[in-house]
Structures are given as C-alpha cells and as structure tokens.
C-alpha cells in the first residue's frame, strides 16, 4: 500500500510565474484534498474532490489558484501569478467516501514546500 | 463555525513519562469526528487517532490514547511512554462529516528528552 505521492518535494520561483503541483493519492481513495500550511500554523483547507468532481473550495482559493483531477485519479493544483503570499507548504491528503470517519482518516503526502523569491 | 484550539505552545516531557496535549473544540453540529496527527520535522502529517462524536469509549491506538470529554468539548490527546521519536508537532482537527475538510488547530510542539 503505496501512500499519498507528492511532487515535487520543493520548489523555487520568482514572483509573478505560475507554478503546477501533482498529487497522487492512494490508489483506491475516491477523495482527494488539497490544504496550505504556513509556518507555524496548521494545515487551512483549500479543496476536495470525490472522483473527478470538486465538490468543495475554501475562500482561501483565489482566483490565482486552480485544481484538477481529470480522471479521478492524480490531482495538480496550480497557482497563477504567484506572489509572496502563496510561500507555504502545500499538503495533499486521501480518503475512501463513506458513512463513517471510523475507518477513513485522511492520508496526507509528504508535502510540496514553496518558496517565492 | 467550527473551531479547533490548541493552548499549549509546547511541551516539554522526559522519556518513558506521560504527556497529555490539550485540545478544545467548538461545533454545533451533532456528528463529528475528531483526529490527532502527528507532523515531524520531515514535515509529512502522520494520523495518529480518531474519535467520533458518538462513541462511547475513549479511543485507543497503542501508546496513544484519546480523553474524550464531550459535555466539555474537550478531545485530549494522551502519550504513554514518551520515546525521543515522539518529539515532533501534534496537531488537532475535526470534521463534520465523513470525507469533508478537516479543520485544524494550531498545534503543539512536542519535545521529548532523555
């Protein structure tokens, strides 16, 4: 049982470019979920979706940014015209839908860190 | 809205004592799950334990054990044994229903020594 798959691990760029991050959850988790951690605080929320559909995108979700998962598999979410801002560790995490939480935690990746210069 | 609070910013612990980690919680929601992960240095959140509303028993996972305390709305997480790998960030979160957001608290550093 492979875990929740992230990439790249960091990445560098200059303000103003657009930058694309990929998220491969565990194989047969419908759910996938994207949150931004600055430092020092917990992970915010960004947005989910089951399968191919976005079911849910928090305020924090400019314009700027946008998500994918095209065939409800693998997610990229991508960030338009960075600014300083947006420097954060970006966390993907997976889950199997369900009536209950008891056995369908979210499993988070390791994490793409940002860094805006 | 919900709301997650962590007050302690860290805590300190000797190996092989016991460490509890606060966490309080505000909902209006009548069914809810409450999770602790643990986050080290590496970064990576590593899910440590869950509780639901409904449950009955304090929920238990090897050294880790949740003290849940509803009317109180309190959902502490409770370390027996301390080693030196538990020295990382540990954080609380709920959500409201199976598979949605999970909202998170601040967190509290943990640092374990021998």
């Known amino acids: 049982d492979t875990g929740v798959s992230q990439d790249p691990r960091h990445k560098i760029t200059k303000r103003g470019q657009n930058v694309t991050f990929r998220c491969d959850p565990i194989?047969?988790?419908?759910?996938l979920y994207w949150y931004r951690q600055t430092l020092g605080q917990g992970p915010e929320f960004l947005t989910y979706f089951q399968n191919e559909a976005q079911l849910e995108k928090s305020r924090l979700l400019s314009d700027r940014f946008s998500a994918e998962r095209p065939k409800g598999s693998f997610s990229t979410l991508e960030i338009q015209r960075t600014e300083q801002g947006d420097s954060a560790m970006y966390l993907c995490?997976?889950?199997?839908?369900?009536?209950?939480?008891?056995?369908?935690?979210?499993?988070f990746g390791d994490g793409t860190r940002l860094s805006i210069l | 809205a919900q709301k997650i609070t962590q007050t302690q910013p860290g805590m300190f612990v000797q190996e092989k004592e016991a460490v509890t980690l606060d966490c309080t919680y505000d909902?209006?929601?009548?069914?809810?799950?409450l999770f602790w992960y643990k986050q080290p240095s590496s970064g990576e959140m590593i899910f440590l334990i869950y509780q639901g509303s409904y449950d009955e028993q304090n929920a238990t996972e090897g050294r880790y054990s949740l003290n849940f305390q509803k009317a109180r709305k309190s959902a502490n997480l409770v370390i027996s044994a301390s080693q030196l790998g538990d020295s990382a960030m540990y954080f609380c979160?709920?959500?409201?229903?199976?598979?949605?957001?999970?909202?998170f608290g601040k967190g509290t550093t943990l640092s374990v020594s021998s």
């Open positions: 995490a997976s889950s199997l839908a369900g009536a209950s939480f008891s056995n369908q935690p979210q499993h």
């Open positions: 194989s047969e988790h419908n759910r």
């Open positions: 979160a709920m959500g409201a229903q199976a598979g949605t957001a999970l909202i």
């Open positions: 909902t209006s929601d009548q069914s809810y799950g």
